[in-house]
């Protein structure tokens, strides 16, 4: 099983959808979780931490599922300016490295 | 807003060459990691580093790969003897206080070997 799984996509939305992005990790021993963003050719950037508790950051919300060790990622209300990758990131067991996923991309239309 | 900087943004070496990517973390940040992104590919942790020392490797991170802070500022990577499958974009992150901390990333050095 890979250390992070997510659906490659792409997704193809018009402005003004909502979409979600699933990711699964196999490290039970994970403790922190991240979502980055990636544009073409760029570095990742946080987009947001995951917390246990679920957590949102404007029209962004983030869900943890630790006994299922699944994390999801809602956008509402597309921008164009959402179009990207955006990255599922888990912490290795000591905390000392980051897993990435390869990647969801997302493109919003007019 | 501080940010991580890296040079050069681009480097093209002949295979068997060495070449030094330097990174500049946040000022204030303690610890250290270089991470490698082969095209099309995932992002990759290569080596986190801690206190002048590393804290963590992969396994990519062989005898060709070396790690270091020659001052308070910089923190370089060196690949010794570069092959064709050391191209890649290699990103430099730090972290204010560690294991499990938000990282954060620099633009990266797109490294071509020929």
């Known amino acids: 099983r890979k250390e992070v799984e997510q659906d490659p996509g792409p997704f193809n939305v018009p402005e003004g959808a909502t979409v979600a992005f699933n990711c699964t990790y196999s490290?039970?021993?994970?403790?922190?979780f991240f979502w980055y963003r990636q544009d073409c050719r760029k570095e990742p950037k946080l987009l947001m931490s995951?917390?246990?508790s679920g957590n949102e950051d404007g029209r962004f919300t983030a869900q943890l599922n630790r006994a299922s060790q699944y994390i999801s990622l809602l956008i509402r209300d597309s921008k164009l300016s959402d179009s990207a990758t955006y990255l599922c990131?888990?912490?290795?067991?000591?905390?000392?490295?980051?897993?990435f996923g390869k990647g969801t991309t997302l493109s919003v239309s007019s | 807003e501080p940010e991580v900087t890296q040079t050069p943004s681009h480097q093209v070496t002949q295979m068997g060459q060495e070449v030094i990517l330097r990174c500049v973390p946040i000022?204030?940040?303690?610890?250290f990691y270089w991470y490698r992104q082969i095209l099309g590919q995932k992002v990759e942790f290569l080596v986190s580093?801690?206190?002048?020392?590393?804290?963590?490797k992969s396994e990519i991170f062989d005898d060709q790969f070396s790690v270091e802070r020659p001052d308070g500022s910089n923190f370089t990577l060196k690949i010794r003897s570069t092959k064709l499958e050391d191209s890649a974009m290699y990103f430099c992150?730090?972290?204010?206080?560690?294991?499990?901390?938000?990282?954060?990333f620099g633009p990266g050095t797109r490294l071509l070997v020929l």
């Open positions: 992150a730090s972290s204010a206080t560690g294991r499990r901390e938000t990282q954060y």
């Open positions: 490290n039970s021993a994970s403790q922190s």
């Open positions: 995951v917390y246990s």
């Open positions: 990131v888990v912490n290795n067991q000591a905390g000392t490295a980051l897993i």
């Open positions: 000022s204030n940040h303690l610890y």
């Open positions: 580093f801690y206190n002048n020392e590393i804290s963590e």
